[in-house]
C-alpha cells in the first residue's frame, strides 16, 4: 500500500489533483445515494493517491476475473445519502463532510442484475478513499 501513496504535488492542490474532477455521468448523479462534488483546497492537501494508483487498486481488487478497463475516475468529495441524518420533522440535521475519494468506473464484463428481469448492468463504480487507498464501497448503475 505505502508504494501506492504519493506526496502532494509540486505544482500544489491546483496540479494533478485538481484537474482529476469531472462531473459523474447523469444517471449515476441521479442515482440518489451520494453526493460527489469538488474538492476544497484543504481537501485537496489530504489526498495521496494518484488517480492512476486509484484505478490499479480498482483493477487490481475487482478486475481480475474479466478483462475489465477503466472508462471514468473523477475525484471529489464523497458523501453517502444513507449516512445523512434527518430530524423527527424531516429537516435534514446532520450531513457528514465530504470525503476526498476518487469514483472509478470500469466495464469490460457483464454483471447479473440484482432483480430478476432487469437488464444486466455493464459497469462497476468503485469509490476508494483518496487519502488512504481503501475501497470505500462499489455498486453497478448502467
Avoid at 29 to 57: C, E, K, N, Y
Avoid at 95 to 105: D, E, L, T
Wanted: proline share 6%; aromatic share 10%; glycine share 10%.
Amino acid at each position: 500500500m505505502a508504494a501506492l501513496l504519493s506526496a502532494t504535488s509540486s505544482s500544489g492542490p491546483s496540479g494533478v489533483y485538481r484537474d482529476a474532477f469531472r462531473a459523474l455521468p447523469r444517471g449515476m448523479a441521479a442515482f440518489g445515494q451520494l453526493q460527489f462534488t469538488r474538492l476544497s483546497d484543504s481537501q485537496l492537501s489530504q489526498v495521496r493517491i494518484t488517480p492512476t494508483a486509484a484505478a490499479r487498486i480498482v483493477t487490481d481488487q475487482f478486475g481480475t476475473m474479466e478483462p475489465w478497463r477503466v472508462v471514468f475516475e473523477s475525484l471529489g468529495g464523497y458523501v453517502n445519502d444513507e449516512q445523512i441524518i434527518h430530524d423527527w420533522v424531516g429537516t435534514t440535521s446532520l450531513i457528514p463532510k465530504a470525503v476526498p475519494s476518487y469514483i472509478v468506473r470500469i466495464t469490460g464484463g457483464t454483471m447479473s442484475p440484482l432483480a430478476p428481469g432487469n437488464t444486466p448492468n455493464r459497469y462497476l463504480n468503485v469509490i476508494v478513499n483518496a487519502t488512504t487507498g481503501r475501497v470505500v464501497g462499489s455498486f453497478t448503475y448502467d
